[in-house]
C-alpha cells in the first residue's frame, strides 16, 4: 500500500536530519517561520495591497504586509519593496514586464557560466520573450570579465543588464556593474537570490545604490520561507508593485508574508551577522580541505557560501559523483562548469553549498570531515564497503548536530 502523506513528510524529516545537504540553494528555515508558514494566513486571500484590497477581513494581513515592507526596506536599503512575488521566477518575470516589452534587447550571465534560466536561457519564458545576449566567465580564471561586459553593453544597448548568479563563487562588483548599465542607458537588475544572506550580513557588498531593482528569494542564504521579493529605486514603485500585482499574480500568500516578515526580523539581529560570517568561514575551510585533497576549484577558491568543481581530473562525472555521493548520505547536486562539453544532464562538474551545514552549527572541523568523506567517495564511487563507512560517519556527524 502506498504511504500516507504524513508518513511521507514523517521520511523527510528524517531524510533531512540524517544526510548532509550541500544543496547551495537550500537552508533550514528555523521553526518560527515554518510555523507562520503553515498558520492560518494560508487561509486568507488579499489580493491588492494594504489598505487597497479586493476582499474583506484583511486587518492582520495588511498589518503584517506591512511589517515586512518596513523591516525589508531597512535590511536591503531600499526606497521601495514589494514582498509579495511567490518565488524567484515569478518576480524576474514581474521585473522584466515592468521595465521591457517584448522583442527588448537584455543581458544576462549564460547558465552554463552559472547565470539563472531566468537570465535569458532559451527554454525559459525570458529567453522567449526578450532578446537576450548571454555573458560568461572567462574561459582561464572562470571568473567575470567586466571589460568584456562593458563592451558587449556598449555594442548591444540592452534596455536591462542583469547581474547575479547560481553557481559564482566570487563577489560580484555591483558598483562595476552599476557604471557599465549607465553607459550603456540600461536598467541595472541585481538578482541577489543566493547571496542575499551574506549581504545583509556584512559578507558581501550591497548592490544599492548601484542597481535600480534589486530580486532576491527568500530561502537560501537568507534562511526564511519559499519566496522572493523585489526592492527597487523609488522611481520605479509604482511600476513593479502594478507588475507583481494584477500583472504576473493574483492574491499573495499571507502566510509566507509573515515568515517573510520574521525572517527580515532575524536578519537584523547581531547573531546573523555571525551566521554569515561562519558561511563565509566553513565554505573557505571546505574549500582549503577539497584543495588539499586534489579537487579543481573554479576560479581557485570561494568568497561566498559556495564551491564549483571540475571533476575532470578525478575520472568521474557530475552525475557519477552525485548518484554515489548521495548513496553516502551526501546530497549536492551535478552542475556544468564553464566552457563544459558535456551535457546538462551528466556535466562535469558538481557545486557544493554551506548554509544548511552552517545552519546545524557545524564549524570548520566538520568541513575538514565532509572534505574527507567527500574524497573517500569520489576515488572509489563504486565500492559498497566505502559507501556504506561513508554512510556511517554522515550519520554519526548529523547526530551530533540535529536540524532544530
Ligand atoms: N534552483 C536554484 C539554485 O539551485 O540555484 C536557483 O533557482
Known amino acids: 500500500m502506498a504511504k500516507s502523506i504524513k508518513q511521507l513528510l514523517?521520511?523527510?524529516?528524517?531524510?533531512?536530519?540524517?544526510?548532509?545537504s550541500l544543496i547551495a540553494s537550500e537552508n533550514i528555515a528555523p521553526p518560527e517561520i515554518r510555523q507562520a508558514a503553515g498558520s492560518s494566513l494560508m487561509n486568507k486571500y488579499s489580493e491588492g495591497y494594504p489598505q487597497?484590497?479586493?476582499?474583506?477581513?484583511?486587518?492582520?494581513?495588511?498589518v503584517v504586509e506591512q511589517m515586512a515592507v518596513a523591516v525589508g526596506r531597512k535590511l536591503f536599503r531600499a526606497?521601495?519593496?514589494?514582498?509579495?512575488?511567490?518565488?524567484?521566477?515569478?518576480?524576474?518575470?514581474?521585473?522584466?514586464f515592468a521595465l521591457m516589452k517584448p522583442g527588448d534587447t537584455a543581458m544576462g550571465m549564460s547558465l552554463p557560466h552559472g547565470g539563472h534560466l531566468t537570465h535569458g536561457h532559451k527554454v525559459n519564458f525570458s529567453g522567449k520573450l526578450y532578446k537576450f545576449v548571454q555573458y560568461g566567465v572567462d574561459p582561464?580564471?572562470?571568473?567575470?570579465?567586466?571589460?568584456?561586459?562593458?563592451t558587449m553593453a556598449k555594442i548591444f544597448k540592452p534596455k536591462v543588464i542583469v547581474c547575479g548568479a547560481t553557481a559564482y563563487p566570487r563577489q560580484i562588483d555591483f558598483q562595476r556593474f552599476g557604471k557599465i548599465a549607465k553607459k550603456a542607458g540600461a536598467y541595472l537588475v541585481a538578482d541577489i537570490s543566493h547571496i542575499a544572506g551574506l549581504i545583509v550580513g556584512g559578507q558581501h557588498p550591497y548592490p544599492?545604490?548601484?542597481?535600480?531593482?534589486?530580486?532576491?528569494?527568500?530561502?537560501?542564504?537568507?534562511?526564511?520561507?519559499?519566496?522572493?521579493?523585489?526592492?527597487c529605486k523609488a522611481s520605479l514603485a509604482a511600476a513593479i508593485d502594478k507588475a507583481v500585482f494584477p500583472g504576473v499574480q493574483g492574491g499573495p500568500h499571507d502566510n509566507i508574508t509573515a515568515a517573510k516578515a520574521l525572517c527580515f526580523q532575524n536578519a537584523m539581529k547581531p547573531e546573523f551577522k555571525?551566521?554569515?560570517a561562519q558561511i563565509v568561514k566553513n565554505a573557505q575551510a571546505l574549500a582549503r580541505a577539497l584543495q588539499k585533497l586534489d579537487f579543481n576549484l573554479i576560479t581557485g577558491g570561494t568568497d561566498t557560501h559556495l564551491i564549483l568543481i571540475d571533476l575532470t581530473n578525478k575520472n568521474i562525472t557530475g552525475k557519477e559523483a552525485e548518484t554515489a555521493l548521495g548513496k553516502a548520505g551526501i546530497i549536492l547536486n551535478k552542475n556544468m562548469i564553464p566552457n563544459d562539453l558535456r551535457s546538462p544532464f551528466?556535466?562535469?562538474?558538481?557545486?557544493?553549498?554551506?548554509?544548511?551545514?552552517?545552519?546545524?552549527?557545524?564549524?570548520?572541523?566538520?568541513m575538514e570531515q565532509i572534505a574527507l568523506m567527500i574524497a573517500k567517495v569520489i576515488d572509489k564511487p563504486k565500492s559498497k564497503s566505502v559507501l556504506s563507512a561513508v554512510k556511517k560517519e554522515v550519520a554519526a556527524c548529523t547526530k551530533k548536530f540535529p536540524i532544530k
Open 10 to 20: 514523517k521520511d523527510e524529516d528524517k531524510r533531512q536530519q540524517e544526510t548532509i
Open 52 to 62: 487597497k484590497r479586493y476582499y474583506g477581513g484583511n486587518k492582520v494581513a495588511d
Open 79 to 96: 526606497d521601495h519593496i514589494n514582498v509579495q512575488p511567490y518565488s524567484g521566477t515569478p518576480a524576474m518575470m514581474a521585473i522584466y
Open 140 to 150: 582561464d580564471s572562470g571568473l567575470l570579465n567586466y571589460d568584456e561586459i562593458e
Open 208 to 231: 544599492f545604490p548601484h542597481a535600480d531593482v534589486v530580486m532576491s528569494t527568500t530561502h537560501k542564504t537568507l534562511r526564511g520561507p519559499r519566496g522572493a521579493i523585489i526592492a
Open 274 to 276: 555571525r551566521y554569515a
Open 346 to 366: 551528466d556535466p562535469s562538474g558538481i557545486r557544493l553549498g554551506v548554509p544548511v551545514v552552517t545552519s546545524r552549527g557545524m564549524k570548520e572541523s566538520q
